[in-house]
């Protein structure tokens, strides 16, 4: 695995290279979300595992805390495994740590008095040690042949088929359907479609986007956006999404985020329309 390809994938997680080890704590954070919820207890414990035993990082922090608000996709932790395969960190996360231990270690603390796991966190367990018994060359061939980093497609053909796939059916893809954002390729800046035509903006400092009269980008027609949805930024480290306090949220390249880096190339939803990052 080149830097190139490393640096691509680790972007699909809003990370980069330096903050790498937080990728140990997403199969941990779905174990936690197994039975439907984190519970104060699991996130404690995340957040104390976490802060012993990798270096998080700021974008590692800020992803971290978007996997705990909201219930990480099915084929984002797919990749994930096949990342820890690839790089060989599935029995050390970071500076010491067995993956797999840290996964029951957060179950048991969410259960009872007496340390009892959940049958849905057990089956979440399984299914992490499973696709973390992976061989590295396999899971890094199969991950790379298999995934379009620039399109962010869904992870298809990982697993040879259901009966070896312990996540499960096959995810749904990550773009919406009804809608798909801009191409790619273009200017830098934000781009989206509008009455069948191509729309484009630079963003300077702060872009506030929603359906009110004071967004700075105002879609009034989407009803499903708040009167200020959300916000692009740009700060000292780079340029990133915050959710303004949404209802209905702002997702990246199909996942639920709070605060989030841009690296380029990010399909962004919010509402009803889909927007392209061109970094």
Same mark, same amino acid.
Request: net charge negative.
């Given at each position: 695995?080149?830097? %190139?390809? @490393?640096?691509?994938? !680790?972007?699909?997680?809003?990370?980069? $290279?330096?903050?790498?080890? /937080?990728? =140990?704590? *997403?199969?941990?954070?779905?174990?936690?979300?197994?039975?439907?919820?984190?519970?104060?207890?699991?996130?404690?414990?995340?957040?104390?595992?976490?802060?012993?035993?990798?270096?998080?990082?700021?974008?590692?922090? %800020?992803? @971290?805390?978007?996997? !705990?608000?909201?219930?990480?996709?099915? $084929?984002?932790?797919?990749? /994930?495994? =096949?990342? *820890?395969?690839?790089?060989?960190?599935?029995?050390?996360?970071?500076?010491?740590?067995?993956?797999?231990?840290?996964?029951?270690?957060?179950?048991?603390?969410?259960?009872?008095?007496?340390?009892?796991?959940?049958?849905?966190?057990?089956?979440?367990?399984?299914?992490?040690?499973?696709?973390? $018994?992976?061989?590295?060359?396999?899971?890094w061939d199969k991950l790379r042949a298999r995934l379009v980093v620039e399109s962010h497609g869904a992870?298809?053909?990982?697993?040879?088929?259901?009966?070896?796939?312990?996540?499960?059916?096959?995810?749904?893809?990550?773009?919406?359907?009804?809608?798909?954002?801009?191409?790619?390729?273009?200017?830098?800046?934000? $781009?989206?479609?509008?009455?069948?035509?191509?729309?484009?903006?630079?963003?300077?400092?702060?872009?506030?986007?929603?359906?009110?009269?004071?967004?700075?980008?105002?879609?009034?027609?989407?009803?499903?956006?708040?009167?200020?949805?959300?916000?692009?930024?740009?700060?000292?480290?780079?340029?990133?999404?915050?959710?303004?306090?949404?209802?209905?949220?702002?997702?990246?390249?199909?996942?639920?985020?709070r605060d989030r880096r841009l690296y380029g190339g990010e399909v962004i939803r919010l509402g009803e329309?889909?927007?392209?990052?061109?970094?």
């Amino acid at each position: 695995m080149n830097d %190139r390809e @490393l640096t691509s994938f !680790l972007h699909e997680f809003g990370i980069d $290279a330096e903050s790498r080890e /937080a990728l =140990a704590f *997403l199969p941990v954070v779905w174990v936690a979300w197994s039975d439907g919820t984190v519970e104060p207890a699991e996130r404690a414990l995340i957040l104390e595992l976490a802060a012993q035993h990798v270096s998080l990082g700021p974008e590692g922090a %800020r992803a @971290l805390d978007n996997w !705990l608000s909201f219930v990480p996709d099915r $084929a984002r932790v797919e990749r /994930a495994a =096949a990342l *820890l395969v690839a790089l060989d960190m599935r029995t050390r996360a970071g500076t010491g740590g067995d993956v797999v231990d840290f996964c029951r270690r957060v179950a048991q603390s969410g259960g009872s008095l007496f340390g009892r796991i959940s049958p849905p966190e057990r089956e979440a367990m399984e299914a992490v040690a499973h696709a973390l $018994a992976v061989e590295p060359q396999l899971a890094w061939d199969k991950l790379r042949a298999r995934l379009v980093v620039e399109s962010h497609g869904a992870l298809e053909g990982w697993f040879d088929d259901d009966a070896t796939n312990p996540f499960g059916g096959m995810p749904a893809p990550i773009r919406p359907k009804d809608e798909p954002a801009p191409a790619a390729e273009g200017p830098p800046g934000l $781009a989206w479609s509008e009455g069948g035509a191509s729309a484009h903006l630079v963003v300077e400092e702060r872009l506030v986007i929603g359906r009110g009269r004071a967004s700075d980008l105002q879609l009034a027609w989407d009803g499903q956006l708040s009167r200020a949805h959300a916000a692009i930024e740009r700060r000292a480290e780079g340029v990133y999404l915050l959710d303004l306090g949404s209802l209905n949220g702002c997702l990246v390249n199909g996942d639920r985020v709070r605060d989030r880096r841009l690296y380029g190339g990010e399909v962004i939803r919010l509402g009803e329309t889909s927007f392209r990052w061109r970094g």
